[in-house]
């Protein structure tokens, strides 16, 4: 199975801030590694497809980026709702689907 | 707008079967194009993917390893709804459990579009 690995695992910032998560696959998964932040005590949301489509309807201050197994989440100008956990997710090699372990933001 | 609204039991008995269900709206469960997930999230193991089925022509299913040979996940075409069960259940079973839709986007790539609302599922006597 391929492993997820994001860093950092918790970071804090303040509303406003430019924050960047990053997620290591353990083999080459192209370009099939999906973002997706979940709120407390909601389900996951997809934001980002491909390493770097918006999901329609997501902010543009969400930004992705990376291929092979080295990719990137950047939230630029963090708002209140964005104090969230957020997973990356190859679809690479499926089943099975696996995730990464998540990076929660916390308001600093 | 697709929904998946979830339902089943809170609370299930160590040795027991877990059993819950997700109403599809807005898309069929016979989608040529969707695959429908079961995903369980806890603090030990994060979020686990347990099985998906779709239909291409005829009926696919998948189950995760870790729980193969407990694991049903059937779809109702006249309900449009799949479910899942769990038997023989055990405190590490004990979980939210959701159900979610993986489609196709743009560029090949597919992701988890929709999620059902989420069950938190405690096993205990």
């Known amino acids: 199975d391929i492993q997820m690995t994001q860093s950092p695992s918790s970071l804090s910032a303040s509303v406003g801030d430019r924050v960047s998560i990053t997620c290591r696959a353990s083999q080459s998964v192209g370009i099939f590694l999906n973002w997706y932040r979940q709120k407390p005590g909601k389900a996951p949301e997809l934001l980002i497809y491909g390493a770097s489509s918006l999901q329609n309807g997501v902010p543009s201050r969400f930004t992705a980026s990376g291929s092979g197994t080295e990719f990137t989440l950047t939230i630029i100008s963090l708002q209140t709702e964005d104090f969230a956990t957020y997973f990356c997710q190859q679809t690479y090699s499926t089943p099975p689907v696996t995730f990464g372990q998540g990076t929660r933001l916390d308001i600093k | 707008q697709v929904q998946l609204q979830q339902s089943g039991p809170g609370l299930v008995k160590p040795s027991q079967t877990l059993s819950l269900t997700c109403a599809i709206s807005g898309d069929s469960v016979s989608s040529n194009s969707a695959s429908w997930y079961w995903i369980r999230q806890s603090p030990s193991r994060g979020l686990e993917w347990l099985g998906r089925?779709?239909?291409?022509?005829?009926?696919?299913?998948d189950y995760a390893v870790s729980v193969r040979g407990r694991i049903t996940i059937n779809p109702d075409t006249s309900k449009n709804q799949v479910s899942l069960h769990l038997t023989s259940v055990t405190p590490e079973d004990t979980a939210v459990y959701y159900c979610?839709?993986?489609?196709?986007?743009?560029?090949?790539?597919?992701?988890?579009?929709?999620w059902g609302q989420g069950t938190m599922v405690t096993v205990s006597a």
């Open positions: 089925t779709n239909y291409r022509s005829k009926w696919f299913t």
């Open positions: 979610a839709r993986v489609e196709p986007m743009s560029r090949g790539v597919a992701a988890f579009d929709f």
